[in-house]
């Protein structure tokens, strides 16, 4: 019934259109949206990483209380071969003299991700697998402490098997701190071996275990995004063919996984797996889009991390059939029956139901050489065949390389793809100058999925750029079906991109203007699109507007953009829009050219909302340097 108020003259545009790009970059997994608390949980820590990280990095030996014993990393008999590094403990000698009040014993302290942040009365849900080596069984302490030794939490396990056993205990911390550190000590004689060593919130997004920081999570949910693009980027393809990303060793228990070196060169436990990725799109409402490695390594690929590059690296043919089962195996696991062999393994991970996966990537700004093309194809024409119901995203490098840009299209055409990811990131000048490039893409070849774009930058005139953009994004929505702002998250101190959407530390989110243009875009997104229903002068490039209706609700939502340094007029006619209600939204992100969010003041550059009156034709000014809402309903 509603979709008979949308007026004639609409062209039908993507009714997903905005979403999220989500990178494993600037510690935007473990450390960011990966609520695990333990940095180095599985001393998995590797020398390949940071300078001076190894399996013993974050974590420092203590033996209180005029206690001694000793620590070493072993190998030899892991919880599981994927896991192979894990901390034995001899406690030799619990000092218990009286003059002593503190603790005795002897153990390990871990550092967190900068500190661990706990709330006063909150609960803190500790595991750990352990082996008694000793023939006693030991009591560990475990508690949270503050950086001045002050306990704030505590609780008793003790070990009881020969073998790996796992162990759990919760936390409660008497007062809020936003630096502590967890604590593990043997307070009886004994030697053990530890490992996957891990404290979470019990407040997680949506409560779930080895789940998703709340606030974090919060935030990305609150925008509505159509859709999530996981897990990158360079990311994917991997800094050499040992480093790519493989789907399989990121599912399963997390003492399983496979954890590595990123390509942006720190430590991945690969705790934030598939599993949970779908999981988050599933709870946000957002559609999966996973992209896998098109065979082939990234251009940057090097001994040491983008230092001294080898190039691409492509997998050997004879590996090919191997790793296109993979893929293949990737659309089971997240489609396929629960008596599927890949199905149950995501039943078993506590989802029966299939995710309904609709979209495939394949490969990520890729150098196009014949070794890409023909692993490329052998994949896509695979995916194509068995599950025709999949649309695979191909890849078409970097717009500004274009050698790689042309030779993507080129392929693309040739094998006919449904749709193919573009990449730009430019200065913001550039998108006011380019606001036709899409009107002349030719409809009959790939759809574009702009899986990456961004300014340079994170000012307001930066987000105002971006916000011209999608408006020449909503107008060619019919054949631009998808796009994602990159990257999205940078934690303060540890960031390998400078221009990012939300930046955030332990304790603060400090969202940017960028991050509001996207947000009001999503959230005001539409299904049809209506020329010259704001008109002004269209060799004014600092200006651009874009009208859509959302079918579900009725809304037509206008948005204007002025980019320049003084207010301009912009002509509204709603004619075609029967039935308006005149009380309408109007939502307003301005400001300083200049302004941006800090952690000091993340709340610089906000957008307010007001209630606004319109009539069917009226003279909207826009302030300078503006996205301006308009959302009115129909009846
Ligand atoms: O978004 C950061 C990086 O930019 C991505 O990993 C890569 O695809 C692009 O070069």
């Known amino acids: 019934a509603l979709e008979a108020q949308v007026p004639s003259g609409g062209k039908k545009i993507s009714d997903e259109l905005l979403g999220l790009f989500f990178e494993d970059i600037n ?293 090919m059939n191997e790793y296109i089962q993979e893929v293949l195996d990737l659309i089971e696991w997240a489609n396929g029956p629960a008596t599927s062999e890949w199905g149950s393994k995501r039943a078993a991970a506590g989802h029966p139901e299939p995710f309904n996966l609709e979209y495939v990537g394949i490969g990520n700004e890729d150098k196009m050489t014949p070794e890409f093309e023909e692993r490329f194809t052998m994949l896509y024409q695979a995916v194509k065949q068995k599950h025709p119901e999949i649309t695979v995203i191909g890849t078409v490098g970097p717009f500004l390389d274009g050698e790689d840009f042309e030779k993507g299209w080129e392929i693309s055409n040739k094998l006919k793809l449904p749709m193919v990811d573009e990449h730009y990131y430019i200065e913001p000048d550039w998108y006011l100058g380019n606001q036709e490039r899409y009107d002349t893409y030719d409809r009959k070849k790939a759809q574009v999925y702009l899986g990456e774009y961004a300014s340079w930058g994170n000012k307001l005139y930066n987000a105002i750029a971006e916000a011209v953009h999608l408006t020449a994004i909503e107008r060619n929505g019919d054949v631009v079906k998808m796009a994602s702002y990159a990257p999205l998250l940078a934690k303060k101190g540890h960031t390998q991109w400078s221009t990012d959407m939300v930046f955030f530390d332990n304790t603060t989110l400090c969202p940017t203007p960028n991050f509001y243009v996207q947000k009001l875009f999503m959230k005001n997104s539409g299904d049809h699109y209506y020329e010259n229903v704001v008109n002004f002068s269209k060799k004014d490039t600092t200006l651009a507007a874009s009208t859509v209706m959302d079918s579900n609700t009725g809304d037509v939502i206008l948005k204007m953009v002025n980019a320049g340094k003084a207010p301009k007029n912009m002509e509204v006619n709603l004619s075609k829009f029967k039935n308006r209600v005149s009380k309408a939204t109007l939502t307003v992100l301005t400001g300083d050219p200049e302004a941006e969010n800090t952690f000091d003041n993340p709340d610089n550059v906000v957008p307010v909302t007001e209630e606004y009156s319109v009539d069917k034709k009226f003279m909207y000014s826009a302030p300078a340097m503006s996205l301006s809402v308009i959302r009115i309903k129909t009846k």
């Open 27 to 319: 510690y935007a997994a473990d450390g960011g949206l990966y609520a695990e608390m333990v940095q180095n949980r599985s001393f998995e820590y590797d020398p390949t990483e940071q300078q001076g990280w190894n399996p013993f990095s974050f974590w420092e030996y203590m033996e209180p209380g005029y206690s001694y014993g000793r620590i070493g990393v072993e190998t030899s008999d892991p919880v599981h071969e994927n896991n192979p590094h894990y901390m034995v403990v001899d406690a030799e000698f619990i000092g218990n003299y009286e003059e002593h009040e503190g603790q005795s014993g002897v153990g390990i302290k871990n550092l967190g991700f900068d500190g661990m942040v706990v709330k006063a009365g909150d609960i803190y849900n500790f595991s750990v697998f352990l082996k008694q080596l000793s023939n006693a069984p030991v009591t560990l302490d475990i508690s949270l402490q503050g950086t001045d030794g002050t306990v704030l939490a505590e609780n008793k396990i003790q070990s009881t098997s020969k073998d790996w056993k796992k162990y759990t205990t919760n936390l409660v911390p008497s007062q809020s701190r936003d630096t502590t550190h967890l604590v593990i000590l043997a307070t009886t004689k004994g030697k053990f071996a530890m490992d996957v060593v891990s404290l979470f919130p019990e407040k997680t997004f949506k409560n779930r275990p080895n789940g998703l920081r709340l606030d974090m999570a919060q935030l990305l949910a609150d925008m509505e995004p159509k859709f999530i693009r996981f897990p990158g980027g360079c990311l994917v393809h991997g800094d050499g063919l040992h480093n790519m990303y493989r789907w399989k060793n990121t599912i399963g228990p997390i003492e399983q996984r496979v954890e590595q070196r990123n390509i942006w060169g720190y430590h991945q436990t690969a705790g934030l797996g598939y599993f949970e990725y779908f999981q988050f799109c599933e709870d946000i409402g957002a559609k999966p889009v996973p992209v896998v490695p098109a065979g082939v390594s990234c251009q940057n690929s090097g001994g040491t991390w983008r230092i001294g590059g080898k190039g691409q690296q492509a997998l050997p043919m004879d590996e």
